[in-house]
């Protein structure tokens, strides 16, 4: 079967922020690119960002990269590369004001600037008090930056391949990347890409989850090809709780709601933060704000008849200030939870909402996996930015705001490192033989399986492992025996049987092509948190508890490192945590407190 | 909300094997959880996974699930499933080719939205900080760009239907609009001659179902009453 090449310069799978920001760096230097996305650009789940993006811009008060990088690196509960996030937080300001060159309709303070409003661990000289540094259009910061770099790249020219699902990672022998194979969804047509750049910007996999904010396209895509081409994924054993999803809906309610003023309250309406990080209070990191929730609510201090969730009150605050800065949220409540934030305090429970870890890069947006005692080797031909990758600046705990902002700057830092590479010139490697073969199995055996796994059942098993074995607080015998069960899911998840064989956009298909995606995510989450025998950000397990010796169950000595999940045999490695910043001293290791 | 069994009749269509639409009764058995007509789809796609339909953020953000639902457009994630009278009437969204069951092939719509140049225009060299523009300039464009082009309004436009070629519909008028009033562009006269023309802009004619319709709750007519004010202000 001959399948059609399609050569291009480069190719970028994902249209959400990371993707659509390095197109913009690669239509700009005139490089022939294709942009693959599963749905139509503004569709994709960098839309749904609310609260704001996160830069040292102080246009209300005094603010400093430095505080900023000192906030994400103690936010990470070090664990984040010093080196990536100096070099974010430096970045942070020229990549805002770009935004605002493309249109990006931001809101004002009264002197014109971008408007700018507290978030969660977010504090000026160095962990003193709130700072404002999210930059914000309403609670809509995410829908309007979406838009406003699609719409950069359509005046950019950039070509895109709308509602095409990309397959496989094409490597040769040499471990070159070589482009993908992608599959047209309206007619399932598969195509090669045969490149000279690829990168992934293909977002986050909370769909393992039960309970998640994430949209149903957030699959982990990225994370799956990378696997099946043999690609270690990194710190996957951190995925990110929002403290406030919709109950039972799972939407998720911006921690901007708090940086406006909200207070969260237990069933006795005690603001019960004060408790738990006097401090910064109901705005301390989202880890720290989700333990002590899933606390109050197991000691039965929880809302509602079954005591399971917990309030998020605003009803102190001016109904013109809400209708102002969080009209997004008051449409929220009233759909989802049938309530008006303005009268009524929402309903609330953490969420699963973003992945810290990924594909392992470099803050230039390259790839990177362990070679010959070497780390850092790149994989030529191969960048990764936004969710999907791993940099590492989150490290075990991300700070609100700055995935936007990650996205930004590592997408452009991709964007610039692959025009660089492209224009220090080489030809298209030469393909090998077999480059659509691994793809062409899988659809092939999913058009003819009889009597295989239920593709809904199957991810709902996944789904309830993940959650019930691997949630909020981790148990040692529950990891232990999540893995065991994860790898029982895995048999299933690759044996699927779909009814549908139409070749006319079936959606049955995409979805049993997602869950071998999802399947690759969960296991990696699962083995890897089973692995890590501390308490770090937002991995917290009851046999590393805090103690005098090892403060919140961290332990620095044996586990101030980085996990590689390796996919091929499902082994695990370590790699050194980068303390080293670019031109700062580092920032010296420290119990972690709000 | 407790258990109930909702009844729907379906659009389908599947070019591979059926020689024509129709339309399928079918029943599904929902959870008290489940509110939104999106979670009956859900349900309803884990019986017979060869129903087809597009869907994302399942919370009126992203624009993906819109349909006709029992005669009106809509989102599916943002329609409580309890108040629509049954059976259910799904069809794709009207006037727009069908791909199959509730998609549809929505080039003609993005190729009028493309066709207003929907991007900041502004030939100044970029300052090293932001552009200033005051509160109420920004409040300005409020109602504009929270469109989120999920076609509801633009397919239940007869003057869409009739000439989806050449009127650029109400989604497209909106983000024109969305430009002419941010003070930061600059090419508000070239916009203008862009929808200076018989069909473009003066098409509509005000039956203003584009507004009943809008799931975000925004209001195209009146951004094109505005863009017509002013074409009319300039040829005076």
New interface residues.
């Given amino acids: 079967m001959s399948i059609p090449v399609l050569k291009f310069d480069a190719v970028i799978v994902g249209a959400g922020g990371a993707g659509l920001r390095s197109a913009i760096q690669l239509s700009e230097a005139g490089l022939k690119t294709a942009v693959l996305s599963k ?2 650009p ?4 960098t ?2 960002a609310q609260g704001g993006v996160a830069a040292s811009l102080g246009n209300s008060e005094e603010d400093h990269w430095h505080w900023h990088m000192y906030d994400t690196v103690k936010g990470s509960d070090w664990l984040g590369d010093q080196d990536a996030i100096e070099f974010m937080v430096r970045k942070a300001n020229e990549c ?2 770009e935004l ?4 990006m ?10 408007y700018q409003r507290p978030f969660g661990g977010h504090m000026s000289n160095f962990g003193e008090k709130p700072v404002r540094r999210s930059c914000a ?1 309403a609670d ?1 910061t995410g ?2 930056m979406l ?2 770099m699609y ?2 790249n ?2 950019a020219n950039t070509q895109f391949f709308v509602e095409w699902m990309a397959l496989d990672l094409i490597r040769d022998s040499e471990g070159h990347v070589l482009g993908v194979t992608a599959m047209e969804m ?1 007619t399932g047509q598969v195509v090669i890409f045969h490149t000279r750049a690829t990168i992934f910007a293909t977002g986050g996999a909370g769909r393992i989850f039960y309970s998640s904010t994430n ?3 957030n699959t982990g895509d990225g994370l799956g090809m990378a696997a099946r081409a043999g690609i270690p994924l990194e710190d996957m054993e951190f995925w990110q709780f929002h403290p406030t999803g919709v109950a ?2 799972g ?2 309610i911006t921690e901007g709601v708090r940086g406006e003023g909200g207070i969260l309250r237990n069933a006795n309406k005690e603001r019960f933060m004060e408790r738990y990080a006097p401090n910064a209070k109901d705005l301390a990191s989202r880890d720290v704000v989700s333990r002590a929730m899933t606390t109050e609510i197991n000691e039965g201090r929880g809302c509602g008849v079954n005591k399971d969730y917990v309030l998020l009150d605003i009803t102190h605050l001016d109904p013109n200030t809400i209708m102002k800065r969080l009209p ?1 949220i008051r ?2 409540g009233l ?2 939870a049938g309530v008006d934030c303005i009268k009524e305090p929402l309903p609330v429970v953490p969420t699963c909402h973003y992945q810290m870890g990924g594909i392992p890069t470099h803050y230039s947006g390259r790839v990177v996996t362990p070679q010959n005692g070497d780390y850092n080797t790149v994989v030529p031909g191969f960048y990764a930015a936004g969710e999907c990758a791993c940099a590492s600046v989150h490290g075990a705990n991300r700070l609100g705001t700055n995935s936007l902002l990650d996205l930004l700057v590592f997408g452009k830092s991709a964007g610039d490192s692959a025009v660089e590479d492209l224009k220090a010139g080489k030809a298209h490697r030469e393909l090998p033989k077999n480059a659509a073969e691994q793809s062409l199995a899988r659809i092939a055996a999913l058009d003819s399986r009889k009597g295989g796994a239920n ?2 059942e199957t991810r709902l098993a996944m789904q309830r492992t993940m959650q019930n074995h691997a949630g909020v607080f981790r148990f040692g015998d529950l990891l232990k025996s999540g893995v065991e069960k994860i790898l029982e899911v895995e048999k299933a998840a690759r044996e699927l049987e ?3 064989k ?7 298909r995409t ?1 049993a092509l997602e869950m071998e995606n999802l399947i690759e995510v969960a296991k990696a989450t699962m083995l890897s948190a089973e692995a890590r025998k501390e308490s770090r950000g937002a991995h917290v397990r009851d046999d590393a508890p805090d103690t005098p010796e090892f403060p919140n169950g961290r332990n620095d000595a044996e586990w101030l490192k980085h996990t590689l999940f390796n996919p091929v045999d499902n082994s695990i490695s370590y790699k050194p945590v980068n303390m080293q910043p670019l031109t700062v001293e580092p920032i010296a290791l420290k119990t972690r407190s709000y | 909300m407790s258990k109930r069994t909702v009844q729907f009749s379906i659009y389908r269509y599947d070019p591979d094997k059926d020689d024509a639409p129709y339309m399928q009764d079918i029943s599904v058995e929902l959870e008290p959880t489940d509110r939104k007509l999106l979670d009956a789809l859900t349900k309803l796609k884990a019986k017979d996974d060869t129903l087809s339909y597009r869907r994302s953020c399942r919370e009126g953000v992203c624009g993906s699930d819109a349909m006709n639902i029992n005669g009106k457009n809509g989102l599916a994630c943002l329609t409580d499933i309890d108040e629509l009278k049954q059976p259910i009437v799904l069809r794709p969204l009207p006037g727009l080719p069908v791909i199959r069951d509730l998609i549809v092939d929505m080039t003609q719509f993005f190729k009028q939205y493309h066709s207003i140049k929907p991007y900041l225009i502004n030939n100044d060299p970029a300052p090293e900080r932001e552009r200033l523009q005051s509160p109420e300039d920004r409040e300005e464009l409020n109602g504009l760009y929270e469109c989120i082009l999920c076609a509801c309004c633009s397919t239940s436009c007869p003057s869409f239907w009739w000439n989806p070629d050449k009127f650029v519909g109400p989604a497209g008028l909106l983000a024109a609009y969305r430009f002419i009033a941010d003070t930061r562009d600059q090419a508000t006269n070239e916009r203008l001659d862009n929808l200076e023309d018989p069909y473009r802009l003066f098409r509509c004619h005000t039956i203003m179902n584009c507004v009943d319709v809008c799931p975000k709750g925004l209001n195209p007519t009146k951004a094109i009453g505005k863009i017509k004010d002013m074409m009319v202000r300039r040829a005076v």
């Fill in positions: 749905v139509f503004t569709r994709s789940h839309v749904a805002v004001v605002e060159h493309y249109g309709p931001f809101d004002r303070t009264d002197d014109g600037k971008i259009a809509r829908h309007a838009h406003a719409q950069r359509v005046k309206e949209a149903f396209i039972g809906a939407v998720l997004g449409e929220i759909q989802f593709v809904h779909i009814k549908d139409s070749m006319a956009w079936n959606t049955a979805e």
